[in-house]
Structure formats: C-alpha cells, structure tokens
C-alpha cells in the first residue's frame, strides 16, 4: 500500500460544487418519491380494479419497467423525450431537458415500484372496511380515499421511507446522462485535481451518512407507528 | 409515427469480421456471465454473513451487521467506482492488478462489487430465513447434544436453505439489472454494446429495443428457472409453501 492521500480537494470551494450537486440528487429525489406515489397509487387501483383490461395493463407497466435495468431505462428516456417535447412543445433543440428527461425517467421508474408497495397496503386493510364503508352508502372512489387509503398509507409508510432511499441512491444513475448531481461532481472535482481515489470515497462516505441516518430515522418511526 | 424501421441493420457488417447482432450477444454473454459468476460469490459471502448474523456470538453478529449497513447505504455506482479506481491503490496486490487487462480489471471490479453489494442483501435473507424457524429447533439440537456447529449444519440451514428460495429469486434477477452499472466504468455489456450500438449504426430506436427484449428475455428466464427451483425446494406443509 503505497498510496499517500490528499484530501485537500475536499476544501470550502469545491464542497460549494459539491453542495450544488446534492442539490440536483436532492431535487430529483423529491420529484419521483412525490410523482412515484401518486402515479403508484393509480396503478395499485388500477391493478385491484375489477377490469380486467385496467388491470393487464398496469401490471404490464409494472412488469416492464421492474424487468429492465434502471440504466436502461434512463437511456430511453434521455432518447425520446427531448425530441418528444420538442416535437410537442415545440421548444428549440438547443434547449437542455436533461434534467426534465431524468425527472420523468425517474418518477415513471419508481411508480411500478411503488405501485408494488401500496398494493400489498392496500390489501392489508381488512375486507371488513370496505364492505363497511360501502354499506354507509359510499362509493367506490369515496371508500378509497376516506377509509382504505389512510389506512394503507399508515401500514406502508415505513415502507415507502425506505423506498425513497433506495431512490436516493438510484438518483446517481443519472451519471449516463452527463446530467452532474452529487456523484457526477465528486467525480469530476476528483479527475480534475488528480484526486479520484480521494473524492470517490469522500462522496461514498457522505451517501452512507445522509442513508444510514435515515434509515434510522425510518426505524425509529416504524417501532412508534406500528402497534 | 412517421418513423423508418430498418431492422436489417443488426445484419449488416460491423467494424470487425462481424455483424451488429454479434455485438448483442456478445453483450448478452457478458451480463450473463457476470451476473452468475458475481451471484456464486454474493451466494457465499451472503450465508457466511447471514449466519454470523444469528450466531450468539456479539462481535461477528455486531460485524457481520455492520458490513450490510455500509454495503447497502452507499449506491452501486459509487461502490463501483471505489472498486475500479481505489481498490488497486489500497489492496495490496493493486500494481500486479494495474498490470493485467483493462477488460479483465473492469469485469473483476464488477465481480467484486456486485457480489459483495448483492451479499448485503443475501445475508438479510438468510438471517430472516434461520429467524423465522421455530425456537424449538435450536434448542432441540441442543438438547441432542449437538454443537452450535452440528445444529447449524444439521437442523438449521437445511430448512432455512429452502425457506429463502422465494426471496432469492429477487435478488438473482436483481444481480442481472444491476449488472448494467458496469457498462460505466467501459466493460461491454448488453447496456454498453447498446450505446456503441446507437453510435455506430445511428439506429437508436432499433439498437435500445433490441437491447431490452434482451433484459426481459433474460428476466424470463431467471423467473421460470427459479419456479421450477422454488417448486422443488418448498417445504410441504410450511408456511408459505
């Protein structure tokens, strides 16, 4: 082991870069936990819907996006939607949508997963509750939101935590793209400098600290919340 | 869609002796091939630390928890890259490594990296598996006379070993998917070969389609291979089984 380290590339004025960075993990992050929910919660209906056709073609979204790499899946969507939008929205090609690509790669991504998870939360509300609320004269829809739901929401949310870390770790996939978040900016400082050995372990110390914090957060909650 | 299909060009000839479909197999051969031989080590080092997990001796079990907290809280890509670029710096073999093929170094620091990250989560089946037996058995073998060894060895694992086939299963197509993280640091696997692909033959929409009917191809087939492994493997009368 002859290597000497040289951690002054982690100083005030690249952690400024770094900091932006973690903005753009950040933000993404955000975008799909938040996108992914509610387009999850749509499949999950529409997978426990009583037509079948609503419920074959959710669980093909489900299966498709679930049996192909995330890598992949970013790869597509760096591909059509610029041309898409700007077919559509007719915004000029010098537009940068990097990172509205990676918004929308990410939030269709996560929905098929956290399709899965509000699914089975659902189903762990007891039959009883609907057939409740359904004989106080609600409808399908008004059952859902007022009675199941909450419910559900409460049984999975330990769940759709830790969900949002793993997605936080997904985000540095973004790398395939040239779109920099925290990962991208660690490695470029660390390749700038000639200090990649330095800036790779100094970021894989800082993703372990913001996920291992967390995931003690979300254990805390779920001895507090689950009875 | 005023789009021009023209999927004759994975038939055309490549740079090479070649024709573009070779690309896609010989992609496919890769991530085959790293996934199995990265999930034969992720398959072992997952069991030893799975039941270092359960063992009542603190310091393994405290160790054996601390590996699945630092190998699951950092991202693959990041690990990857530490493989790559750090590990020759620090291990101390790294020169003799800096040595060898550029290829061989980037399929060996994938190994490595998928193998150990996918062990994280092995070791929590694992653990999981052995947990969910009844106290009962463990201290049945114990009554027997038999060592922690013997009751491990004997009582534990076999029935362990066929309770976590089911959550095994996703994991082995898990180690597939992830396995595209190595196309970042240049080996040419399925995800490489299909941007050298759009590269090279300015086909995207055909070069990716192909590239994912692999994915799901590959995905097919881990699925019904480990049904007719689950099937095998259930426990009759079991939970779940």
């Given at each position: 082991m002859s290597y000497h380290f040289d951690f002054s590339t982690v100083n005030v004025g690249n952690l400024g870069v770094l900091a932006q960075g973690l903005l753009v993990s950040a933000e993404i992050t955000a975008t799909a936990v938040v996108a992914g929910i509610v387009i999850g919660t749509m499949l999950a209906m529409l997978r426990l819907s009583s037509s079948r056709l609503l419920r074959t073609a959710a669980r093909i979204y489900v299966a498709l996006f679930r049996a192909v790499p995330l890598i992949m899946v970013l790869l597509w969507f760096f591909l059509i939607i610029p041309q898409l939008l700007q077919q559509l929205l007719h915004i000029s090609p010098a537009h940068d949508m990097r990172m509205a690509s990676a918004l929308i790669a990410f939030s269709l991504f996560e929905a098929a997963y956290y399709s899965e998870i509000i699914r089975a939360g659902i189903q762990s509300v007891s039959t009883g509750q609907i057939d409740a609320a359904r004989a106080l004269g609600m409808g399908y829809i008004q059952a859902m939101r007022l009675v199941i739901l909450p419910?559900?929401?409460?049984?999975?949310?330990?769940?759709?935590?830790?969900?949002?870390?793993?997605?936080?770790?997904?985000?540095?996939?973004?790398?395939?793209?040239?779109?920099?978040?925290?990962?991208?900016?660690?490695?470029?400082?660390?390749?700038?400098?000639?200090?990649?050995?330095?800036?790779?372990?100094?970021?894989?110390?800082?993703?372990?600290?913001?996920?291992?914090?967390?995931?003690?957060?979300?254990?805390?909650?779920?001895?507090?919340?689950?009875? | 869609m005023g789009y021009d299909w023209h999927w004759r060009v994975f038939l055309e000839p490549a740079p090479g002796h070649e024709r573009y479909l070779d690309w896609v197999f010989s992609g496919l051969k890769i991530t085959l091939t790293l996934g199995l031989s990265a999930w034969l080590i992720a398959l072992v080092l997952g069991a030893v630390l799975g039941v270092m997990r359960t063992l009542p001796n603190r310091a393994l079990s405290t160790f054996a928890a601390a590996y699945v907290e630092l190998f699951r809280n950092v991202p693959l890509i990041v690990q990857l890259f530490i493989w790559y670029f750090v590990g020759p710096e620090l291990l101390p073999f790294g020169d003799a490594l800096k040595k060898i093929d550029p290829v061989a170094q980037q399929y060996l620091a994938a190994m490595l990296c998928l193998g150990t990250y996918t062990a994280a989560r092995i070791c929590e089946q694992v653990r999981g598996g052995i947990l969910s037996l009844p106290r009962g058995q463990r201290l049945a073998g114990q009554a027997l006379g038999m060592t922690t060894v013997q009751t491990y060895r004997h009582v534990l694992l076999p029935m362990a070993a066929r309770i976590i086939v089911p959550p095994l299963t996703s994991e082995f197509l898990n180690i597939f998917k992830n396995s595209a993280v190595a196309s970042t640091v240049g080996l040419l696997d399925l995800a490489a070969q299909g941007r050298q692909l759009v590269d090279y033959t300015s086909r995207p929409y055909e070069s990716f389609i192909a590239i994912t009917v692999m994915y799901i191809l590959v995905n097919a087939v881990v699925m019904l291979l480990m049904r007719v492994i689950e099937s095998r493997a259930k426990v009759p009368g079991y939970i779940g089984a």
């Open positions: 419910q559900a929401l409460r049984n999975m949310t330990p769940l759709l935590l830790t969900q949002g870390i793993v997605l936080f770790q997904d985000t540095s996939l973004v790398y395939v793209s040239a779109l920099t978040d925290f990962f991208g900016e660690a490695y470029g400082l660390g390749e700038r400098d000639g200090r990649v050995v330095e800036m790779l372990l100094f970021a894989g110390a800082v993703y372990f600290l913001i996920c291992f914090s967390f995931s003690l957060v979300v254990r805390r909650y779920q001895k507090v919340v689950v009875y | -």
